[in-house]
């Protein structure tokens, strides 16, 4: 493995990190702010000016950064799969801010998502491939997802409770797989100067994207329990973003049957993983917010991804 590589890694940790705690932040901000107090709008507007909420903010917008600068570094399997330890993160900084409670079901769970991530890594051997991917391609993969995200929105909203949760979160899983690729795509043409970057389309799909990166998933933890939306959201976005990666860049993962077998176990592990988390109550009080002492009841997420 390739020193920029070894960075890459270690800085998608830090980032994986950085969100974790921004979440956590801006779910005890949020919680915060008493809702009984005048419309819901006027609490956001509250809860907006608590210094407590800009920190989560910021915190957000320092993490994203880092996870672009280990995009431009790493191999976009690799990458995506270790952002997904953010909700190993979760556990201890839900402890030390807002003193949730951590089970020994919740360190279990922890743990076998990061022997999958482990295990993923290990057995991951992604040869680079191209830097740019032509606009044909682009179109193919945008079309694609924006269709099966239409797709899975227009079954979702047919639905109720914890199916439509689930549905809304395969959309949310989808859009923030294509949200990496074309980080990747615009950090190349960045490279190419700050005219081609503004002056071209890529960057403003990516922005567009992680504007719904972030929608779809509060639609989908709003809509029902995070019990029912909250894996397809983490598992669908290494997924979708591994092979886009393969199909926009041509990279390729090496290392012969064996190795392919244990990256699909450790995906497999991994999915079980965020399963086993998403039952459990730190995760739960620093992705949604129960309403009327009821969690699961209404959910409103704090900040995503």
Request: with cysteine.
């Amino acid at each position: 493995m390739s020193s920029a590589a070894i960075l890459g890694i270690v800085l998608v940790l830090i980032a994986a990190a950085i969100e974790a705690l921004s979440n956590v932040i801006q779910h005890k901000a949020t919680n915060s702010v008493d809702k009984a107090e005048g419309s819901e709008a006027s609490a956001v507007m509250r809860t907006l000016r608590k210094p407590l909420f800009l920190l989560g903010f910021g915190l957000m917008v320092l993490g994203y950064a880092f996870h672009v600068a280990s995009l431009g570094l790493g191999e976009l399997a690799v990458i995506q799969v270790i952002f997904v330890t953010q909700l190993v993160f979760v556990l201890p900084f839900a402890r030390m801010v807002s003193k949730t409670p951590i089970s020994r079901r919740d360190w279990l769970g922890a743990i076998i998502v990061t022997v999958g991530i482990a295990a993923f890594v290990t057995a991951a051997r992604p040869e680079e491939g191209v830097d740019v991917a032509p606009n044909a391609k682009w179109a193919i993969a945008i079309g694609a997802v924006a269709l099966l995200c239409a797709l899975a929105i227009f079954i979702g909203y047919r639905l109720i409770g914890g199916p439509r949760a689930a549905m809304l979160g395969v959309s949310g899983g989808l859009i923030n797989g294509l949200v990496a690729p074309l980080t990747a795509g615009t950090i190349t043409v960045a490279g190419t100067g700050m005219g081609a970057l503004f002056g071209g389309w890529l960057l403003w799909v990516t922005l567009l994207a992680a504007l719904l990166g972030v929608l779809f998933p509060l639609l989908a933890f709003r809509a029902g329990p995070i019990t029912a939306s909250f894996p397809a959201v983490m598992s669908l976005n290494p997924i979708v973003a591994t092979i886009l990666g393969v199909y926009l860049f041509g990279q390729s993962l090496q290392g012969g049957v064996v190795n392919i077998v244990v990256m699909v176990a450790s995906s497999v592990v991994i999915f079980i993983g965020i399963v086993w988390l998403s039952r459990s109550k730190a995760i739960a009080e620093a992705f949604e917010e129960a309403t009327e002492g009821k969690p699961g009841g209404g959910a409103e997420a704090a900040s995503l991804l």
